[in-house]
T-cell receptor, first 115, second 114 residues
Framework: DQQVKQNSPSLSVQEGRISILNCDYT??????FLWYKKYPAEGPTFLIS?????DKNEDGRFTVFLNKSAKHLSLHIVPSQPGDSAVYFC??????????????FGKGTHLIIQP | DSGVTQTPKHLITATGQRVTLRCSPR?????VYWYQQSLDQGLQFLIQ???????AKGNILERFSAQQFPDLHSELNLSSLELGDSALYFC?????????????FGPGTRLTVL
């Protein structure tokens, strides 16, 4: 059972426009959410995170929004640049008593920025 | 470059065999995590070690085991390999100081079981 879902396998956006990547989760115990970016032949790279006590977190061109009641988060990239073309993974974790634990990942969304 | 290194980059082996994947965490990081990325399952958490001790287990098969050594490098041992074990295996590390510390991923080892 997929606890973190990214329902769009791919997304194409024009350079300079806004990219919005979506993620839904089912486990209400999740309280920390992250976005990772992955280029081919490389490992995932951390982008931005948000704790469940917040509903928004910004870092430069990247903003993550969290809607706890809907169990939904989104990543906004403004403006989109060619180097943003990559696979984006949504990930989540919850406190199980042992400190930092493994992340539960979605299957990823392939973002393609068109020139 | 995340600072996490993994060897080998590629590994091709036969069913029934045993392999060892190696990971060196970023300097100063005490936690190591192993993940498996297969085509149908996506990225799945396998196991976590913190300063030499097992801390959390995910979807790790009994045929798989891991350990973290005193110098903090980690090895993932996969035995009685099956075709379905073909996947990318990632190691990640974090400083382990808190629950929300960032995990930094290595480039992965691509395992092909023939």
């Amino acid at each position: 059972d997929q606890q973190v879902k990214q329902n769009s396998p791919s997304l194409s956006v024009q350079e300079g426009r806004i990219s919005i990547l979506n993620c839904d989760y089912t486990n209400s115990m999740f309280d920390y959410f992250l976005w990772y970016k992955k280029y081919p032949a490389e490992g995932p790279t951390f982008l931005i995170s948000i704790s469940s006590i917040k509903d928004k977190n910004e870092d430069g061109r990247f903003t993550v929004f969290l809607n706890k009641s809907a169990k939904h988060l989104s990543l906004h990239i403004v403006p989109s640049q060619p180097g943003d073309s990559a696979v984006y993974f949504c990930a989540a974790s919850y406190y199980s008593g042992g400190g930092a634990d493994g992340l539960t990942f979605g299957k990823g969304t392939h973002l393609i920025i068109q020139p | 470059d995340s600072g996490v290194t993994q060897t080998p980059k590629h590994l091709i082996t036969a069913t029934g065999q045993r392999v060892t994947l190696r990971c060196s965490p970023r300097s100063g990081d005490l936690s190591v995590y192993w993940y498996q990325q297969s085509l149908d399952q996506g990225l799945q958490f396998l196991i976590q070690y913190y300063n030499g001790e097992e801390r959390a287990k995910g979807n790790i098969l009994e045929r798989f085991s891991a350990q973290q050594f005193p110098d903090l490098h980690s090895e993932l041992n996969l035995s009685s390999l099956e075709l379905g074990d073909s996947a990318l295996y990632f190691c990640a590390s974090s400083d382990g100081t808190g629950r929300m510390d960032t995990q930094y991923f290595g480039p992965g080892t691509r395992l092909t079981v023939l």
